[in-house]
């Protein structure tokens, strides 16, 4: 298998740890529908070294059971615990337009309705009730804004830049 192209792939999922004493891992899917990660092929490791085909067997705490291949003690599921995995960009499917991989928006300029810098995203964050996006930069303090479209009504990926209107309290 060819190596994924570091500037065009996007991380699907992450390794959380081993499930049983047969080599199985506890895999945090990281798209829009969890078991979707099984879909896309090979994935990767984020240098490129090592690839796995995922079999998914079981929903568990806090993510999916599944087999990697060359994966077949705990041991060995243990030790790729915080690995995350990658899939080559072509792999994924077109979003409609008013969706983004998060790995889209990490760096977009971020202004104001008037014009005003307000850094750059520099995190996109989901704790289960809608995205987050972070913004810093600039010396001044990161700001949390919820990512909808009352407070992100533009994104336009081709100019490298977000429109954010402030919540009142923030502006």
Do not use: W
């Amino acid at each position: 298998m060819a190596k994924p192209d570091p500037d065009n792939q996007l991380c699907v999922g992450a390794i959380t740890g081993s499930f049983g004493v047969r080599g199985e891992v506890r895999l945090k899917s990281f798209c829009a529908e969890p078991t979707a990660i099984a879909d896309y092929g090979a994935v990767y490791t984020e240098d490129g070294s090592r690839s796995f085909s995922i079999t998914l067997t079981r929903p568990v705490a806090g993510g999916l059971g599944a087999r990697l291949t060359g994966v077949s003690t705990m041991e060995e599921a243990e030790a790729l615990r915080g690995t995350s995995l990658f899939v080559s960009r072509d792999k994924l499917p077109s979003l409609p337009d008013d969706e983004y991989y998060h790995a889209d928006l990490i760096g977009l300029e971020a202004r104001d309705v008037g014009g005003v810098l307000l850094g750059k995203v520099t995190a996109v964050h989901n704790h289960g009730a809608g995205d987050l996006l972070e913004i810093g930069g600039g010396g001044a303090a990161s700001i949390l804004l919820p990512f909808t479209m009352a407070t992100v009504p533009t994104v336009d990926l081709k100019a490298g830049r977000i429109v954010v209107d402030l919540p009142e309290g923030l502006d």
